[in-house]
């Protein structure tokens, strides 16, 4: 059964450091677009960063600078370092994958097909 794995996340006071982390089943990693997203209370999930299969990234706007995506390939894992955080970057995250399309990758839920279960992350002021 193909299945992603959250882990991390927690409570830190504004301006603190976080790690995520995704733990991908091989069958939903190869070719495969990476990516996280988040949902906060009484909002719609956006998307925060995906990494294709090339290593290419790309970020939305209010997190480019202070979040870094990576993966290691070796382990089928996905990361998300979270630095210089902030009380609006409260909300529970989510690991997600989906094939690569001929466009390559889009940060956009209807794009992933895989999801985790999420991990929340809560920021103080």
Request: with cysteine.
């Amino acid at each position: 059964q193909e299945r992603l794995l959250e882990s991390g996340g927690g409570s830190v006071q504004a301006g603190g450091s976080l790690s995520l982390s995704c733990s991908a089943s091989e069958g939903i990693y190869g070719d495969y677009c990476m990516g996280w997203f988040r949902q906060a209370a009484g909002a719609e999930r956006e998307g925060v960063a995906f990494i294709d299969n090339l290593g290419r990234k790309y970020y939305a706007d209010s997190v480019k600078g202070r979040f870094t995506i990576s993966k290691d390939n070796a382990k089928n894992a996905l990361h998300l370092e979270l630095n210089g955080l902030k009380p609006e970057d409260t909300a529970m995250y989510y690991c997600a994958a989906g094939p690569i399309g001929r466009s390559g990758c889009l940060l956009l839920p209807e794009f992933f097909g895989y999801w985790g279960q999420g991990t929340q992350v809560t920021v103080s002021s």
